[in-house]
């Protein structure tokens, strides 16, 4: 029978700091960070079926992912599916992995990967946009390489706000945001699908860095033209940023944005300007999934 790794079982063998080492070694030792086949985004009668296949020297792996946007009504989390680890030489199923828990672990841990390289040493005070389990996930990662000490958190309503603020009691600096924490934030983290900006990027502090992840398709837009014009855009590759990521494919395509860099260039010691805000806009591409499925597995067999 074909070993299945939970979500529980795979924040034990990956830890955040893991899953963000595993993708840091991913990007600098030449995984396929561009290129290869693009996500396949079905649309079906529930919501959507994403298909996401990668490989590198080890291993070949496939997420099939289901967006269902009902699905929070019925009391079932939106975002579904399940990753399938293969043999790289034989093609033979390794191993299957929760593909929600994947996806949260790796988003939330590649965010993680670009605040320790475009965020200011001395970050401390986070605005938070979003309340479901990317936020909260994102609290935990960020947390790991920079020493939060305030998070104001913007929910969609005031109640969604309350109770994500309520969930943090006691164990994290988590209270509802005001209209001054944009312009006072180190670094601000958007973990929504909005079809519409966020915030007015002419508010954001000339030192703030911005990670913004919530969406991949062109109907949803989190950053303004504002914010991206000012600052210095990060991506995870340029090709798939403007294929999928609708503030960046409009703001090259109106020429507010001329150059976007990609990641890996980053974190291989490529110079960037750090005298303007660092946006760090990320779609999700499939090396990653594979890069921490990877890492499960591999650490599941040294056990």
């Known amino acids: 029978m074909l070993a299945m790794i939970d979500g529980a079982r795979l ?7 893991a899953a963000v080492d595993a993708l840091r ?7 396929p960070t561009s290129g290869g086949p693009a996500r396949t985004n079905t649309l079906v009668r529930a919501g ?21 946007p009902a699905n929070p009504e019925r009391g079932l989390p939106r975002i579904t599916g399940t990753y399938l680890l293969h043999d790289a030489a034989t093609l033979q199923p390794v191993v299957a992995i929760d593909g929600a828990a994947l996806t949260l672990l790796r988003t939330a841990a590649l965010s993680a990967l670009a605040v320790d390289e475009l965020a200011t040493p001395d970050t401390r005070r986070v605005m938070l946009f979003g309340t479901g389990p990317q936020a909260a996930a994102h609290i935990r990662a960020v947390s790991t390489v920079r020493d939060i000490d305030q998070i104001a958190v913007a929910g969609r309503t005031p109640d969604a706000t309350a109770t994500f603020v309520q969930r943090w009691a006691g164990t994290t ?14 670094l601000v983290l958007c ?6 900006p966020l915030f007015d990027g ?15 398709t062109l109907d949803a837009r989190e950053l303004d033209t504002h914010t991206l014009r000012r600052s210095t855009v990060v991506v995870e590759d340029r090709d798939t940023a403007i294929r999928e990521a609708a503030d960046v494919a409009a703001a090259v395509a109106d020429g507010d944005l001329t150059d976007v860099i990609p990641l890996a260039t ?3 010691g490529a110079r960037i300007d750090r005298g303007r805000p660092r946006i760090f806009r990320s779609v999700g591409m499939a090396w990653e999934d594979l890069a921490v499925a990877g890492a499960a597995c591999r650490a599941s067999r040294r056990e």
């Open 202 to 216: 002419r508010q954001l502090a000339s030192h703030a860095t911005v990670v913004a992840m919530g969406s991949h």
């Open 191 to 196: 973990c929504t699908s909005s079809p519409t």
């Open 266 to 268: 980053v974190l291989t």
């Open 173 to 186: 600096p988590v209270r509802p945001a005001t209209q001054d924490d944009v312009r006072t934030a180190d």
């Open 48 to 68: 959507h079926l994403l298909v996401m296949p990668a490989e590198d020297q080890e291993f070949v792996g496939v997420k099939v992912t289901g967006v269902a």
């Open 25 to 31: 070694r991913a990007a600098r030792d030449g995984a």
């Open 11 to 17: 924040d034990e063998l990956v830890p955040v700091a």
